[in-house]
């Protein structure tokens, strides 16, 4: 399973944020964009649940843009929550 978007999506996103043409964005950028740790990001891609980086050589790699920008508008349903009331100990106030 891996993240993908359709062409009508594409187009529409490129549309709302005025980007005439998608580019790739290096490391740098995709964690301003998103804010999301190089380690999640990668746990997240191979979960499905985030844009894969595509390959530009043997050192480099970048994130399409407008794929990024939709994960944003469209993120993926969270399951796990730190919820620290539930933590055993709490009830009794052992913290």
Request: with cysteine; aromatic share 10%.
């Amino acid at each position: 399973m891996s993240y993908s978007i359709t062409p009508e999506q594409h187009k529409a996103i490129r549309d709302k944020y005025g980007i005439q043409y998608d580019r790739l964005v290096c490391e740098n950028k995709r964690y301003k964009i998103t804010s999301i740790a190089r380690s999640t990001a990668w746990q997240l891609g191979k979960e499905g649940k985030y844009p894969l980086r595509k390959s530009l050589g043997a050192n480099s790699c970048g994130w399409s843009l407008v794929e990024l920008l939709h994960w944003i508008d469209n993120p993926p349903v969270v399951q796990k929550i730190n919820q620290p009331t539930k933590r055993r100990g709490f009830a009794n106030g052992s913290y």
